[in-house]
């Protein structure tokens, strides 16, 4: 960015030393423009990757722009392109663009919405990259859509470029109508109009394949970052502890990444308004050059007294009004639509959970309990929903009104002087487009006032998503359990609950290798928090569990994880299928007191709702005899089978895995004789429990 500002910067020097040879105020007034935007453009450096394309674009344009601006006044532009020559303020326009940009990176909703953005465009990864005609080939992700993004800026200033240019033909069209001039009405529908407006639709066409093409890119890329954030590290258990505001991890992934980058039902997310407001600003001063231009037609009096710019200053406070007017309105719309897809995620999140637990619901005959919870839930819905609507009447009331308006006014301006025969009718209608196109820019607040309440309400909730993963990382830091150069597991650690409460100190506590042990004591006495501490996965904790380096641990739970898809696969998780043959797979599930599952390994069903509890849970035995890990702990991962079968469990257990260390929680006595030693948990005066040894019966 600075060898780009420091290029700006030569060019204003130019610029200023063609005013002062020229006597030219103009120049001076480009070359004031170009030195501000070369010292943004030179502290860029340091905005936001995102916004840095548009910074670029804007100060190459400036230069570009400006160059021909030069050649013009130096009389050096070719008299055969005198028809092409670009307006006086465009490379003006286009420094106060570059300007405008760095000056809204330091607003703080802007940075926080660049900040996601940039996930994707400081990436490293490489995407594939088919340009028709050529072959396949692997680029950094990021110059990809740097590259579309460049063409689609591009190709919306140059849209704007020809609505203008149809603006005029339409123009001396309405005059041709007017004047009962023919032949001049054909010429300007055959040979202006027709071939304008076919280069604009195929212009349009490209921009759309363009436009969509980034998009899927960019939420494929993002998704992916945040599905990742959210599994990596074992975030995902730690955020659902940290708890608070956010709710529904999956339903921010799922939808709040679309409606960040496309809108989802909208249609306006960052990309569209970023894209949008570059064609609303070009729209903008062009067409208030029009407009500017026009009002010098419209006199006062005999003396034909003008008033510069006129129109343009009527669309400026008519558009001022309507933006503060809709502000006052609008303001609790992003909170109300925030709540509103809090609410939504939590109503679909609890019509899952009733199908996931469908069986235990019948059996207790919950189901009045369950639509009664649902109906609470969607009340809430309702109610919201009903707030969302008493706010967005006033808010159609006055944007209708508004709008209405806007149609009359230009005519109601400029009726006057085309009945007193000042104006044609082909100008009043330019007027009316001109008009028309610079409220809407000026307006942009208002019309989008909806959407914009929405996107940033999405903004907050992917926000709070990442804040929430950032104290999931505090907290995951804080996990006890160590790799240490031992050969047993030594715990010097006290486990509190998440609301502070201590429950657990374990501080001369040691799991030798070999011995297997039982772990037992009332509920609520922490065995289950003591084994996830061992795991990983339990962060509030002090002091640590130190584990042999290089073991491989595996904790069993009382309810096991069960996937959708095939049988195999059920039972490799977490490994893939193809990690195992079919016959170790057969194998383990044999062994596991399954063999009529077998027969149905490449059946793909929701396995956890198929199978019964003590099934599911030897499902999971399966996978630690595939897993061979050196130390098992089960968390009463036995509890749903009988004491026949639990006893077969464990002696296939010790017979399959002599190398496993087994390390059970159990409630049952008949437990005692697969175990070496007994550890029960026992109360402490602070009301702690303690691990101590017990003396097997």
């Not at 970023?274 to 070009?282: A, D, E, N, T, V």
């Not at 897809?341 to 235990?360: C, H, I, T």
């Not at 301006?413 to 809407?440: C, H, S, W």
Request: aromatic share 12%; with cysteine.
């Amino acid at each position: 960015m600075q060898r780009l500002g420091a290029a700006v910067a030569v060019f204003a020097a130019l610029t200023l030393a063609a005013g002062v040879h020229l006597g030219d105020a103009n120049l001076f007034l480009l070359a004031a423009a170009a030195g501000l935007c070369a010292f943004t453009t030179w502290r860029s450096a340091t905005i936001s990757s995102f916004l840095k394309i548009f910074v670029s674009i804007f100060s190459v344009e400036t230069i570009v722009f400006g160059a021909v601006r030069l050649l013009e006044v130096e009389g050096l532009w070719p008299a055969s392109l005198a028809d092409y020559a670009l307006p006086e303020s465009m490379s003006l326009t286009v420094a106060v663009f570059s300007i405008i940009v760095f000056g809204l990176s330091h607003i703080p909703v802007v940075r926080e919405m660049t900040r996601i953005a940039d996930l994707y465009f400081d990436t490293q990864d490489r995407g594939e990259l088919h340009i028709w005609g050529l072959p396949t080939f692997r680029v950094r992700e990021p110059l990809i859509a740097v590259a579309m993004i460049v063409t689609l800026v591009l190709i919306s200033q140059g849209l704007v470029g020809v609505s203008v240019r149809l603006s005029f033909i339409r123009r001396d069209y309405y005059t041709a109508l007017q004047e009962m001039n023919a032949g001049e009405f054909w010429r300007l529908f055959l040979f202006g109009f027709t071939p304008w407006a076919f280069v604009h639709v195929v212009v349009a066409v490209i921009d759309y394949v363009l436009q969509s093409t980034l998009i899927i890119r960019w939420r494929q890329w993002l998704t992916q970052h945040y599905v990742t954030r959210w599994l990596g590290g074992r975030r995902h258990y730690a955020m659902a502890l940290v708890g608070g505001v956010t709710d529904n991890p999956d339903q921010r992934i799922a939808e709040d990444v679309n409606r960040f980058i496309d809108g989802g039902d909208s249609g306006y997310g960052i990309y569209s308004y970023s894209i949008l407001l570059i064609s609303k600003l070009s729209s903008l001063v062009s067409y208030s050059i029009v407009l500017w231009d026009i009002s010098s037609a419209f006199t006062f009096f005999e003396a034909n007294i003008a008033i510069p710019g006129l129109l343009f200053w009527a669309a400026l406070v008519y558009a001022a009004i309507g933006t503060v007017t809709t502000h006052l309105i609008g303001r609790p719309l992003t909170s109300l639509l925030f709540e509103k897809q809090r609410r939504e995620a939590d109503f679909r999140f609890s019509l899952a959970r009733l199908r996931e637990y469908g069986e235990q619901i019948a059996l207790l005959r919950g189901e009045g309990a369950e639509g009664a919870s649902l109906v609470r839930r969607f009340g809430a819905i309702v109610a919201n929903y009903f707030a969302i609507i008493d706010l967005r009447k006033k808010l159609v009331s006055f944007t209708a009104t508004f709008n209405q308006l806007s149609i009359i006014i230009p005519f109601v301006l400029t009726a006057p002087f085309y009945f007193a025969g000042k104006i044609k009718f082909g100008v009043m209608r330019q007027t009316a487009d001109a008009f028309d196109n610079v409220e809407t820019a000026l307006t942009f607040f208002v019309d989008y006032y909806v959407f914009l309440s929405d996107f940033r309400s999405v903004l907050d909730r992917l926000a709070s998503f990442d804040a929430a993963a950032n104290r999931a990382d505090e907290l995951n830091a804080a996990q006890p359990a160590t790799r240490a150069e031992r050969r047993d597991i030594a715990f010097d650690v006290k486990l509190a609950l998440p609301d502070g409460r201590r429950i657990v100190e374990a501080t001369s506590l040691e799991l030798a290798p070999g011995e297997s042990a039982l772990l037992t004591g009332p509920s609520g006495s922490g065995k289950s928090t003591l084994f996830r501490a061992v795991a990983g996965i339990w962060p509030y904790s002090e002091g640590r569990i130190e584990i042999p380096e290089g073991a491989k641990v595996m904790l069993l739970p009382q309810r096991p994880y069960v996937p959708i898809g095939s049988l195999a696969r059920a039972v490799a998780y977490p490994a893939e299928p193809e990690t195992y043959s079919r016959h170790e797979i057969a194998e383990a599930l044999e062994a596991a007191r399954l063999p009529g599952f077998v027969a149905h390994l490449e059946e793909e069903s929701n396995w956890g709702q198929r199978l019964s509890g003590g099934e599911q849970q030897r499902v999971a035995v399966a996978r630690a005899l595939l897993a061979e890990p050196d130390w098992l702990f089960l968390d009463e991962a036995t509890s749903a089978l009988d004491e026949k079968l639990e006893g077969e469990i464990y002696a296939m257990l010790r017979e399959r895995l002599p190398n496993t260390t087994i390390v059970s929680i159990g409630h049952r006595s008949s437990l005692l004789a697969f175990h070496q030693r007994h550890i029960a948990m026992e109360q402490e005066a602070d009301g702690t429990f303690a691990p101590r040894e017990a003396v097997l019966a």
